[in-house]
């Protein structure tokens, strides 16, 4: 079956636009995850979805930062007015629910902020 | 605080060689370890879980409470064991948000 992917894999905009990224998680998977990866700072959660709620907004960065999912399946997240230390991999990841169950994660999308 | 530390940004032994990926953890609770691994070109994945005390491609991690450790190893590397390695940990809500290490980047030479 197909794994979690997301698009676009690759994002090139200028700072102070906004972008939004997008993740398909695996069918059935009630839980998805949002985390950034980048060279400072590792990889950082930042956002979690019980079906369609976020319980756990705690690690976006800003309120620049937004996510949404809807019918328990795509999930978006939006960064405003982009800035250039927005610049990093974001990995999404799924698991059949929150807990300790396995995440299963995506291919990432490669911001790049000019 | 829940932290996990990796100290060693960069681990180069040789085909056959014993490897070891230290991770060390703050936790107020008990915890659940993974270690993840990102093979290059390839999405990051999980290889073992310290709940379910197995051995997956030849590697093993205990964790030790007393020291707050859950170091990884496998006696004799291979060179496609070369990929970075994460060690994580869930957070005391139980919501499976995971708190990674920064990072260990294994080199096996031949």
């Known amino acids: 079956g197909a794994g979690v992917s997301q698009s676009p894999s690759n994002k090139v905009t200028e700072k102070g636009k906004d972008v939004e990224l997008r993740c398909d998680p695996i069918s059935g998977h009630t839980a998805l995850y949002w985390y950034r990866q980048s060279l400072g700072q590792g990889l950082e959660f930042l956002i979690y979805?019980?079906?369609?709620?976020?319980?756990?907004k705690s690690g976006l960065p800003s309120d620049r930062f937004s996510a949404e999912r809807t019918g328990g399946s795509v999930s978006t997240l939006t960064i405003q007015r982009t800035q250039q230390e927005d610049s990093a991999v974001y990995l999404c990841a799924s698991s059949l629910q929150v807990g300790v169950n396995e995440q299963f994660f995506g291919p990432g999308t490669r911001l790049t902020v000019l | 605080a829940q932290r996990v530390t990796q100290p060693e940004k960069l681990l180069s032994v040789f085909k056959g060689a014993p490897v070891e990926l230290k991770c060390n953890y703050s936790?107020?609770?008990?915890?659940?370890l993974f270690w993840y691994v990102q093979y290059s070109r390839q999405r990051l994945q999980l290889l073992l879980r310290?709940?379910s005390r197995e051995s997956i491609k030849g590697f093993t991690a205990d964790l030790n409470k007393g020291e707050t450790s859950f170091h990884l190893k496998k006696p004799f590397a291979q060179e496609e064991d070369s990929a970075m390695y994460y060690c994580?940990?869930?957070?005391?809500?139980?919501?499976?948000?995971?708190?990674f290490g920064q990072g260990t980047t294994l080199q096996v030479k031949p």
């Open positions: 994580a940990l869930t957070s005391s809500s139980n919501t499976g948000k995971l708190i």
């Open positions: 979805f019980q079906g369609n709620s976020a319980p756990d």
């Open positions: 936790y107020s609770g008990s915890p659940e």
């Open positions: 310290h709940i």
